[in-house]
């Protein structure tokens, strides 16, 4: 039987292969989107960042 690949697994393998420049640049990049999302709630804007989450493999809802 093989164990599932969990979330504290997924952390602990990034904690240990990325760079702190790299954790900042994710870090920072989520935190872009988000602003992008909260502030930008005109339609088109929230669909077209909705559907890039999608096609980045972020699963949304």
Do not use: S
Request: aromatic share 6%; with cysteine.
């Amino acid at each position: 039987m093989t164990t599932a690949d969990t979330v504290h697994d997924r952390w602990e393998l990034a904690r240990t292969n990325l760079t702190a420049a790299q954790a900042a640049t994710a870090a920072l990049t989520v935190a872009a989107l988000g602003f992008a999302m909260l502030f930008l709630q005109e339609p088109a804007a929230h669909e077209a960042m909705h559907n890039f989450r999608h096609a980045a493999g972020i699963v949304c809802h």
